[in-house]
């Protein structure tokens, strides 16, 4: 079974009023939204729920509200995909090492915080950032991102998507 899963991190709402509408479009077929920190506020995830179940960490620019209802770091399964989720993953230079003493048996490490797209393998486990749906820094553009799992085939693919915004 092909599984699409949405990936979105450091939405800062409402210091930026509105999730980008683009992100309707891209999430349109998951079946799972997972956000790596940083919404600020809970209604991010009531937005995001009218497309697909949301799975989230907190950041760490969070209202008392996000901190108090989630965890900084959580692991689920999703087919036969175990998934890291954490906000701050360290050091870029770091990021294979901390990602694998945090999530020894993830097949996935999702993570936010820099506002900096990242998809690689690391010693088979693919480390993933979407980059900022609504704070591009000094990236190019904001981003978002889509896993796509192959239960039949064991395999996991990480796709950064660049939206205009």
């Known amino acids: 079974m ?7 991190s450091d939405t800062h709402i409402p210091r930026f009023t509105q999730l980008p509408e683009a992100i309707w479009d891209y999430f349109a077929h998951v079946e799972l939204i997972i956000h790596a920190g940083d919404l600020s506020i809970l209604g991010v995830i009531a937005q995001l729920e009218t497309i697909a179940p949301v799975v989230a960490v907190q950041g760490n620019v969070e209202r008392e509200e996000v901190t108090l209802k989630l965890p ?12 890291g989720i954490v906000h701050i993953l360290g050091e870029a230079t770091q990021y294979a090492q901390t990602a694998r003493r945090e999530f020894p048996t993830a097949r996935v490490v999702i993570f936010g ?11 088979g486990q693919l480390l993933f950032n979407p980059g900022s749906a609504t704070d ?11 896993l796509t799992i192959d239960d ?14």
């Open 2 to 8: 092909l599984r699409k899963i949405g990936v979105i």
């Open 72 to 83: 900084i770091k959580r692991e689920i399964v999703v087919g036969n995909c175990r998934i």
């Open 113 to 123: 915080h820099s506002h900096n797209p990242y998809n690689q393998e690391h010693d």
């Open 136 to 146: 591009r820094r000094r990236q190019p553009s904001c981003s978002i991102g889509l």
């Open 152 to 165: 039949e085939a064991g395999s996991v693919q990480g796709e950064i998507i660049a939206l205009n915004v």
